[in-house]
């Protein structure tokens, strides 16, 4: 879906290293935004959840939203090979409707 | 807590059989989600319920699904008749929406085959 867009990847970075992973959107009504992560064969999990503009820190994640550039990412700080997975990015629209990207692959090289 | 319940896990049919899917939510979550997963769509939304209650369908492809929510503790999604081009991982995720959260848990997913 064109509304939530992510690079697909791979992203490979070396353990230890800082992992930005990005994301836009085309509705400037959307309120909420989402960060889960994916491994192969699982269930998406919430990581990060952020609703309002400027960093949200949680662990070793940090979430940014900028409504006005219509964009949010999220940052892995101290990068495992344990992180190594896809990560989506989903927005709630006004309706509670909610919409997901496609994913960016994540690998973590020991 | 037991998080969200899917049944089956793993689902086999031929072409034209009918499919039910199952779903469990979380205890107290008042909002319920079905999405399907393709390498092709990516994770698509089919129907959400709010208080059992269908808010918005419009992800539904097509007549052949069709889903329920006849009480808070339980959801159906059903195919009838099933295609091969139904075949998919489809996930129940549940909520609760209070206004100032929003944050979807998802289940483990039924993994759909379609010959």
């Known amino acids: 879906q064109k509304e939530v867009e992510q690079n697909s990847g791979p992203l490979s970075v070396p353990e230890g290293a800082i992992a930005s992973l990005n994301c836009t959107y085309s509705?400037?009504?959307?309120?909420?935004f989402f960060w889960y992560r994916q491994y192969s064969g699982k269930s998406p999990e919430l990581i990060m959840s952020?609703?309002?503009?400027g960093d949200k820190e949680d662990g070793r994640f940090t979430a940014q939203l900028n409504k006005a550039s219509q964009y949010v990412s999220l940052l892995i700080r101290d990068s495992q090979p344990s992180d190594s997975a896809t990560y989506l990015c989903?927005?709630?629209?006004?309706?509670?409707?909610?919409?997901f990207g496609t994913g960016t692959s994540l690998t973590v090289i020991p | 807590d037991a998080g969200v319940i899917q049944s089956p896990r793993h689902e086999v049919t031929e072409m034209g059989q009918e499919v039910t899917l199952r779903c469990k939510p979380i205890?107290?979550?008042?909002?319920l989600f079905w999405y399907r997963q393709t390498m092709m769509r990516g994770l698509e939304l089919l129907i959400y319920?709010?208080?059992?209650?269908?808010?918005?369908d419009s992800g539904m492809p097509e007549d052949r699904f069709s889903a329920k929510m006849p009480n808070a503790s339980f959801s159906t999604l059903k195919i009838q008749p099933s295609e091969p081009r139904d075949s998919a991982v489809y996930f129940c995720?549940?909520?609760?929406?209070?206004?100032?959260?929003?944050?979807?848990?998802f289940g483990p997913g039924t993994r759909l085959t379609v010959t």
């Open positions: 952020i609703y309002s503009n």
């Open positions: 319920f709010n208080n059992n209650v269908p808010i918005d």
């Open positions: 509705d400037r009504g959307s309120q909420s």
């Open positions: 995720a549940s909520s609760l929406v209070t206004g100032a959260s929003y944050e979807q848990y």
């Open positions: 989903a927005r709630r629209s006004t309706g509670n409707q909610f919409y």
């Open positions: 205890s107290g979550h008042n909002s």
